[in-house]
């Protein structure tokens, strides 16, 4: 379960200069036109720890 808790951090942490740089941002740019939109959506809401 501490895994778990490890990986969503790092997830959900900037990362940069100023941290602007975040993993699910990144993902989606580069390949999230590949991804369905319920994925998409959910990985947006992981980010933002709304789900």
Do not use: C, Q, T
């Not at 951090?9 to 999230?32: A, T, W």
């Amino acid at each position: 379960m501490l895994e778990v808790f490890i990986v969503e951090d790092f997830f959900n942490g900037s990362f940069g200069g100023d941290g602007e740089v975040n993993v699910i941002d990144d993902y989606l740019k580069r390949r999230g036109w590949r991804e369905p939109v319920p994925a998409g959506r959910h990985l947006r809401a992981a980010k933002s720890r709304d789900i």
